[in-house]
């Protein structure tokens, strides 16, 4: 039902009284979060499937929320959106971590986390959600399949970059991947790396004052996926993001996972590697 003129003004009141939006979302009745990642011009280079009627789906690094959303608006069943529960718990250098803290009051790292990582994604999803979300505070290292249990589609987009370990993160996303689910994902892949000779190349682009810290040739993801229990499906995508110069040209690929079902088959991670 279209909001009226006094809700949508509210709406708009809303929204701009929360700063660092990071996904533009439409919410509706021309109201659209004012986020810097339009995810919604690109949205189609991940193919994701256009009836997920059943499905259950996981949104690895939701962010604000655009991917849950359009996850859900694609029928699925139930989406989990999940991100770390504060700024501290971001994969930082040891470094920037420690200033973070060390610069800001426990008051003021709560109101920001409260802020930024929270208040934004259950506006976004009140707003333009049908009920079949909801956000879980966990780390990309810590997703479990007894505690979250598993998924028919994986989605991490944009994200294996802002990890210091990101064998590990797909090692745990396997986990909670179906035997007969898919991954879907995504990372800044620069035509100049390792595409002339199809090397499986990865650059290391961090600093101690950020966290984004890879780039990856697509033969690299593509390796790395095959090493975590994925099989890459097809060729997948490139596509260039406006505006963004570390993040600009992205890799997409959709993966299905193998040689991991059966308790035969099971592995697990033990200090951080793959074993059975």
Same mark, same amino acid.
């Given at each position: 039902m279209p909001r009226n003129a006094e809700q949508r003004q509210e709406l708009e009141r809303r929204v701009a009284a929360i700063q660092g939006w990071y996904h533009a979302i439409d919410l509706g009745d021309g109201v659209v979060t004012p986020? !810097?990642?339009? +995810?919604?011009?690109?949205?189609?280079?991940?193919?994701l499937p256009d009836d997920m009627s059943g499905m259950r789906a996981l949104d690895v690094g939701c962010g604000n929320g655009f991917f849950a959303l359009d996850l859900e608006k694609r029928g699925a069943d139930e989406v989990v959106a999940v991100d770390v529960p504060s700024w501290t718990a971001k994969d930082w250098s040891p470094a920037y971590a420690r200033d973070w803290v060390a610069t800001r009051s426990a008051a003021e790292r709560d109101a920001i986390d409260q802020r930024s990582l929270r208040a934004a994604f259950e506006l976004a999803v009140g707003a333009a959600g049908q009920g079949r979300v909801r956000r879980e505070?966990?780390?990309?290292y810590d997703l479990d399949p007894d505690r979250h249990g598993t998924f028919d589609l994986v989605l991490c987009a944009s994200m294996l970059m802002h990890v210091?370990?990101?064998?590990?993160?797909?090692?745990? +996303?396997?986990?909670?991947?179906?035997?007969?689910?898919?991954?879907?994902?995504?990372?800044?892949? !620069?035509?100049?790396l390792g595409d002339a000779d199809g090397e499986p190349l990865a650059r290391f682009v961090g600093s101690a004052k950020q966290c984004n810290f890879w780039q990856m040739s697509p033969a690299c993801l593509r390796d790395m996926l095959q090493c975590c229990g994925f099989a890459p499906i097809g060729e997948g995508r490139r596509f260039v993001l406006a505006d963004r110069p570390v993040e600009a040209v992205q890799a997409a690929l959709r993966a299905a996972p193998v040689g991991m079902s059966g308790a035969a088959g099971r592995w697990l991670v033990v200090d951080g590697w793959l074993e059975r």
């Amino acid at each position: 039902m279209p909001r009226n003129a006094e809700q949508r003004q509210e709406l708009e009141r809303r929204v701009a009284a929360i700063q660092g939006w990071y996904h533009a979302i439409d919410l509706g009745d021309g109201v659209v979060t004012p986020g !810097p990642f339009c +995810m919604a011009e690109y949205v189609r280079e991940y193919e994701l499937p256009d009836d997920m009627s059943g499905m259950r789906a996981l949104d690895v690094g939701c962010g604000n929320g655009f991917f849950a959303l359009d996850l859900e608006k694609r029928g699925a069943d139930e989406v989990v959106a999940v991100d770390v529960p504060s700024w501290t718990a971001k994969d930082w250098s040891p470094a920037y971590a420690r200033d973070w803290v060390a610069t800001r009051s426990a008051a003021e790292r709560d109101a920001i986390d409260q802020r930024s990582l929270r208040a934004a994604f259950e506006l976004a999803v009140g707003a333009a959600g049908q009920g079949r979300v909801r956000r879980e505070e966990v780390s990309i290292y810590d997703l479990d399949p007894d505690r979250h249990g598993t998924f028919d589609l994986v989605l991490c987009a944009s994200m294996l970059m802002h990890v210091r370990d990101p064998v590990l993160a797909l090692h745990r +996303m396997r986990a909670v991947c179906r035997d007969d689910g898919v991954l879907v994902i995504s990372i800044s892949s !620069p035509p100049n790396l390792g595409d002339a000779d199809g090397e499986p190349l990865a650059r290391f682009v961090g600093s101690a004052k950020q966290c984004n810290f890879w780039q990856m040739s697509p033969a690299c993801l593509r390796d790395m996926l095959q090493c975590c229990g994925f099989a890459p499906i097809g060729e997948g995508r490139r596509f260039v993001l406006a505006d963004r110069p570390v993040e600009a040209v992205q890799a997409a690929l959709r993966a299905a996972p193998v040689g991991m079902s059966g308790a035969a088959g099971r592995w697990l991670v033990v200090d951080g590697w793959l074993e059975r």
